[in-house]
């Protein structure tokens, strides 16, 4: 039946773009090397810590520690880095986003 063709077309389309954009978070990360870049500027903006109710590994991201100085470029490895396995074997997990005491001093235009 078409109804069915257009959902696996669909599916089919939906995991060749999931997997171009594995590839490219892939590359990104790559792009560092084998250097360990200093986290210590961004590890207070993005972190994992502790499990929901659901016992789902929390991840915080704290939008008031980040300023106009912070590297956006790190701030995406560390985020990325930390979630990577949980992107790569498709495994949930929960996300706090805290914008308390979040003003346009921290983000300079860069951020939202």
Do not use: C, W
Not at 58 to 73: G, H, I, K
Not at 85 to 97: D, G
Not at 104 to 112: K, M, S, V, Y
């Amino acid at each position: 039946p078409p109804q069915k063709q257009r959902n696996f077309a669909r599916t089919v389309k939906t995991f060749h773009q999931s997997r171009r954009d594995f590839l490219q978070l892939e590359q990104f990360l790559a792009s560092f090397g084998d250097r360990k870049p200093d986290l210590s500027s961004v590890e207070s903006i993005f972190f994992q810590k502790g499990t929901s109710l659901k016992n789902k590994p929390l991840f915080y991201f704290l939008a008031r520690n980040v300023n106009p100085d912070t590297n956006r470029d790190l701030l995406l490895f560390h985020v990325l880095s930390l979630m990577h396995r949980y992107f790569e074997k498709n495994l949930e997990f929960e996300l706090v986003v805290d914008l308390t005491g979040f003003t346009r001093q921290n983000d300079a235009g860069n951020l939202i």
